[in-house]
């Protein structure tokens, strides 16, 4: 495999698109200038369950300014491509409160607003259930994690040594749904020809451009040149932009019966609560045995979690509870209960986001239980080599962040006793916590380099969702090419260039960037170092040969200060600490930015985030960002982010892993950790509650 | 069609009369009608301050204003606080301080430190500031609270807050 040497990568190159992001002129989905727009409002489901049995669209179609509606009974057929979320306006059945029964097309969005909200529905209203309970009839094995991982595992007999075992605990966790909650709303802009012709045009604020082309082509019955999707800015993801939704199927549906105009059409806020995923609840049931030295003989981590009855998504909660901890008695299992909600979807470290937290405080109580200093005990449990697979890490330094992180957050002069130390009516306490995000490569891209006025243009279509993409591949290109960076100008966001993958599961920078090095190494084998004008040469992503041969993974250590109000039991978290082992930094300002970013969302998701369901009318009460907290600027107080020297020549030619979401792993065990040190009441169940 | 209402905007220095139907926010004037999409849309409801801009020099939020309403009005967005081609020196910051990831509160975030700076330099307090009789000292606690109202889910926070601190002590 290809190492690179690192002159650019390694430094904190500045955002390439930076000055346009600070003015507003870097354009978003909504941002596009097209001609006279028309505007789309949706009509929702208020029923969780049932079918839609009247429509009504007179009164809206008198109101000046409509220019068309659909129902079920008028829209585009689509064809069937085997993901139910998709299928919209197709046929009268309802699967869960605020799904798309119908739709107002005007000249202004005030208009269609005005007018979908005339639009009479009737339903025959069905039986549902909405509300999680974790001893459901209809609770079953998960059949498919989301991550494609084993939905069980077992190694030996884990029920009788936890019987057997010295010290032992069991303890129940539990998560609620959150929801991403991207800055910028899901939103489509979508043009057909006029002509005839079986093409259209989307703008669309996707993690994935091509994804997002195969999917409309497929619903369409297009072919992959008759769809153009492009994304040049994107404002956040997390996750919902991973995959398309019903929104963007309703858009594309309404454009389609006004060939030659453009239909716009951003989601509400309330739609992001009802249409475009969600992280789903979980119950996990940990057991941890040991000795009394603090070796562990034997765990079990059970996890039930929700999902969709129309669309089965299996968070896969405990398969990175398998990569952590050494025992020879060991279980990870999962099942599931459907409710009557749109389907969960990937959401920043789905399953190790809250699998995690319940890990992590599970080993906190073990350490409590045997007296043993919370780092000791899992410095003691490190694994030689991965403990189920068996095969060794490419790289692994989870001792390492846990022995650094402990230096700089003073972890030394930590009272062992919880409940110790009360200033000005706050109880202080410090927690830690362990992380780990595989480090994933995916296949399927294809970069094309090509040498014109002096510059190498490098195309791929890769999507910057803030992580930094433009600029990191503009670095790894500029050391790929031996050239500094201002003479390379990467393309990215765009069907319109060769084929990228998506921008989830911490991939992008590995994915893009390997492809990137294997055509810079083809460019130049073929042009050398002084091409000539219009030289190009291209290449796929490459295979890893080590794949499967070695265990691949970030690691990382999370330290929390938390004071808890003696009176009110208010929480706060003045201080946060990560320590990351996650192979080559390739730009430091850029990496801390995501570290620190990922941590708040551990923050967020210990304090605040939660999404309360009615379960009568199966609505998610809180949906909006006045109702759905998330961590806001006065809930960051001192917080850094730093990572120990790692190269690990295995993973790709850069010797990077993927840093997007290991930031949100274990943070919030850290902070439920060090809100039991400072008040010793141990709080088992997120947003941490103190008196709940 | 509905009922419009002539009104008269100057934005980032340019003077425009429209006609607006009276329902019509300052937001989606400033972004459908006259296509200054600096100002973004993140909640419309007033929540999270994607669409901060200055009105007559203080900050606002333009998805919570309506257009009719501030007929006359100076409107200044992101794009408008410093000549073509060069930087607002909060927007500066945000570059150096590498203080925004996607981008997309970014512009409001950058409208609101000009407001808070204004703020404290004419002495208003905030809900931390203990002594409300000296001049206001913009220490990190103080913007920090000053601009919650600022939501940025990428959470640049860190970042943010030390982007307008270094412009406080450059002053």
């Given at each position: 495999m290809t190492v690179l040497d690192a002159r650019v990568m390694g430094t904190s190159v500045r955002r390439v698109e930076g000055p346009d992001k600070v003015t507003g002129t870097a354009r978003y989905a909504a941002d596009q200038p097209v001609d006279a727009p028309l505007h789309l409002h949706p009509v929702q489901a208020t029923v969780a369950r049932g079918r839609v049995t009247g429509l009504d669209t007179a009164p809206a179609r008198a109101v000046p300014g409509v220019v068309g509606n659909l129902t079920p009974d008028d829209a585009p057929r689509l064809a069937d491509v085997g993901d139910p979320e998709l299928v919209v306006l197709q046929d009268h059945e309802v699967h869960h409160r605020g799904?798309?029964?119908?739709?107002?097309?005007?000249?202004?969005?005030?208009?269609?607003?005005?007018?979908?909200?005339?639009?009479?529905?009737?339903?025959?209203?069905?039986?549902?259930?909405?509300?999680?309970?974790?001893?459901?009839?209809?609770?079953?094995?998960?059949?498919?994690?989301?991550?494609?991982a084993p939905p069980t595992s077992e190694i030996g007999d884990p029920d009788a040594a936890l019987d057997a075992a010295a010290v032992t605990v069991r303890a129940t966790y539990s998560t609620p749904?959150?929801?991403?909650?991207?800055?910028?709303?899901?939103?489509?802009?979508?043009?057909?020809?006029?002509?005839?012709?079986?093409?259209?045009?989307?703008?669309?604020?996707?993690?994935?451009?091509?994804?997002?082309?195969?999917?409309?082509?497929?619903?369409?019955?297009?072919?992959?040149?008759?769809?153009?999707?492009?994304?040049?800015?994107?404002?956040?993801?997390?996750?919902?932009?991973?995959?398309?939704?019903?929104?963007?199927?309703?858009?594309?549906?309404?454009?389609?019966?006004?060939p030659g105009r453009a239909v716009k059409r951003a989601l509400s806020r309330r739609e992001m609560f009802e249409t475009v995923g969600h992280r789903p609840a979980t119950v996990q049931h940990l057991a941890l045995g040991a000795s009394a030295d603090g070796r562990l003989d034997a765990f079990t981590h059970d996890v039930v979690s929700s999902t969709a009855r129309m669309e089965e998504f299996g968070e896969p909660t405990a398969t990175g509870t398998?990569?952590?901890?050494?025992?020879?008695?060991?279980?990870?299992?999962h099942q599931l209960v459907p409710l009557d909600v749109d389907p969960p979807t990937y959401m920043r470290a789905p399953g190790e986001a809250p699998g995690s937290f319940g890990l992590e405080c599970a080993m906190d109580e073990l350490a409590v239980e045997l007296g043993i200093d919370p780092i000791?005990?899992?410095?003691?449990?490190?694994?030689e080599v991965h403990p189920e697979s068996g095969v060794p890490f490419s790289t692994r330094n989870l001792v390492a962040c846990l022995r650094r992180g402990a230096e700089r957050f003073g972890w030394s002069s930590r009272p062992a006793e919880p409940r110790a130390r009360l200033v000005d009516g706050?109880?202080?306490?410090?927690?830690?916590?362990?992380?780990?995000?595989?480090?994933?490569?995916?296949?399927?891209?294809?970069?094309?380099?090509?040498?014109?006025?002096?510059?190498?243009?490098?195309?791929?279509?890769?999507?910057?969702?803030?992580?930094?993409?433009?600029?990191?591949?503009?670095?790894?290109?500029?050391?790929?090419?031996?050239?500094?960076?201002?003479?390379?100008?990467?393309?990215?966001?765009?069907?319109?260039?060769?084929?990228?993958?998506?921008?989830?599961?911490?991939?992008?920078?590995?994915?893009?960037?390997?492809?990137?090095?294997?055509?810079?190494?083809?460019f130049r084998d073929k042009w050398g170092d002084d091409p000539e004008e219009g030289a190009e040469a291209d290449a796929a992503t490459p295979d890893n040969p080590w794949a499967g041969e070695l265990s691949m993974a970030a690691y990382g250590a999370q330290f929390a200060e938390v004071a808890v109000h003696a009176d009110t039991g208010e929480i706060r978290v003045p201080r946060l600490l990560g320590v990351y082992a996650a192979?080559?930094?390739?730009?430091?300002?850029?990496?801390?930015?995501?570290?620190?970013?990922?941590?708040?969302?551990?923050?967020?998701?210990?304090?605040?985030?939660?999404?309360i369901v009615d379960p009568r009318f199966g609505h998610v009460i809180n949906h909006d960002l006045a109702g759905y907290h998330i961590a806001a600027h006065a809930d960051v107080r001192e917080m850094e982010a730093e990572w120990i020297e790692e190269y690990d020549p295995y993973v790709n030619p850069m010797g990077s892993k993927g840093i997007g979401e290991i930031g949100i792993v274990g943070t919030a065990a850290a902070i439920a950790n060090a809100a039991y040190h400072a008040t010793g009441a141990r709080v088992r169940s997120l947003p941490l509650d103190l008196f709940g | 069609m509905t009922t419009t209402i002539p009104t008269g905007l100057t934005v980032d220095g340019r003077h425009h009369d429209l006609d607006v139907d009276p329902r019509t926010t300052l937001l989606d004037a400033l972004r459908e009608q006259l296509g200054n999409t600096s100002p973004k849309k993140g909640c419309d409801h007033g929540q999270c301050g994607a669409c901060t801009v200055l009105v007559d020099g203080r900050r606002v939020l333009a998805c919570l204003t309506l257009a009719v309403a501030k007929d006359g009005a100076e409107i200044t967005t992101a794009d408008g606080l410093a000549p073509d081609g060069e930087l607002h020196p909060v927007a500066e910051a945000f570059l150096v301080h590498d203080a925004y990831q996607c981008g997309f509160c970014t512009p409001g975030q950058v409208c609101s430190a000009v407001g808070v700076l204004d703020e404290a330099a004419r002495g208003g307090p905030s809900a931390v500031t203990d002594d409300l009789t000296g001049p206001t000292v913009l220490d990190r606690a103080e913007i920090a609270e000053r601009m919650s109202g600022n939501l940025c889910r990428c959470a640049a926070y860190t970042n943010i807050v030390s982007a307008v601190e270094s412009v406080v002590t450059d002053r």
């Open positions: 799904q798309y029964v119908a739709a107002v097309l005007a000249e202004t969005p005030e208009v269609a607003r005005e007018a979908a909200g005339l639009v009479v529905v009737t339903y025959e209203d069905l039986p549902q259930t909405t509300a999680f309970d974790e001893h459901s009839p209809e609770r079953h094995p998960a059949a498919v994690l989301a991550n494609y749904v959150q929801h991403h909650s991207p800055m910028e709303p899901h939103t489509t802009i979508a043009a057909w020809d006029d002509d005839g012709a079986e093409h259209v045009v989307l703008y669309e604020s996707s993690q994935g451009v091509a994804g997002a082309r195969d999917t409309v082509a497929a619903l369409f019955g297009l072919g992959e040149d008759d769809v153009e999707v492009a994304s040049p800015h994107v404002g956040g993801g997390f996750g919902t932009k991973g995959a398309l939704h019903a929104g963007t199927v309703l858009t594309v549906l309404a454009a389609r019966t006004v398998r990569a952590m901890y050494a025992a020879p008695h060991r279980r990870t299992s000791e005990l899992r410095v003691r449990n490190e694994p706050w109880w202080h306490g410090t927690g830690v916590a362990a992380a780990m995000f595989p480090a994933i490569r995916f296949p399927g891209s294809t970069a094309v380099i090509r040498f014109r006025h002096g510059r190498y243009e490098v195309e791929i279509g890769a999507t910057d969702i803030g992580q930094g993409a433009r600029t990191v591949l503009t670095q790894i290109a500029a050391d790929a090419l031996g050239v500094p960076v201002d003479r390379i100008a990467v393309a990215i966001g765009d069907t319109a260039l060769p084929q990228g993958t998506v921008a989830g599961g911490s991939s992008g920078t590995a994915s893009w960037g390997s492809t990137i090095t294997e055509a810079a190494d083809r192979g080559r930094i390739l730009n430091p300002t850029l990496a801390r930015s995501q570290f620190l970013g990922g941590m708040v969302w551990g923050l967020s998701m210990a304090l605040h985030e939660q999404s | -």
